[in-house]
């Protein structure tokens, strides 16, 4: 069973910067797809960032140039760098690793974005 752990959330101004950890259990962060979602109150789960196993990464339109995602397979953590926050950024969000034959997800950590 994969546990994926989100830490670094919290409460930062517009314009301000985060940086999000996803400690994986177990050896799976080089070897699966692992992504960031958000989700708002009220809105669905978006995708914010992916990285795929060969190193290729996605990000969503609303946060290309100011999100960053990033691994480190030695230490089975996953990051997002927030910059330039905005108060559209508040959501709670969470860490997934896709297999693609199965997908697990963390507990999710709250970014609050005060304007």
């Known amino acids: 069973q994969v546990q994926l752990v989100e830490s670094g959330g919290g409460l930062v101004q517009s314009g301000g910067s985060l940086r999000l950890s996803c400690a994986a259990s177990?050896?799976?962060?080089?070897?699966?797809?692992m992504g960031w979602y958000r989700q708002a109150p009220r809105k669905q789960r978006e995708l914010v960032a992916s990285?795929?196993?060969?190193?290729?990464?996605n990000y969503g339109d609303s946060v290309k140039g100011r999100f960053t995602i990033s691994r480190d397979n030695a230490k089975n953590t996953v990051y997002l760098q927030m910059n330039s926050l905005k108060a559209e950024d508040t959501a709670v969000y969470y860490c997934?690793?896709?297999?693609?034959?199965?997908?697990?997800w963390g507990q999710g950590t709250q970014v609050t974005v005060s304007s």
């Open positions: 997934n690793a896709d297999s693609g034959l199965f997908a697990a």
């Open positions: 177990g050896s799976i962060v080089s070897s699966v797809t």
């Open positions: 990285i795929t196993r060969g190193g290729n990464t």
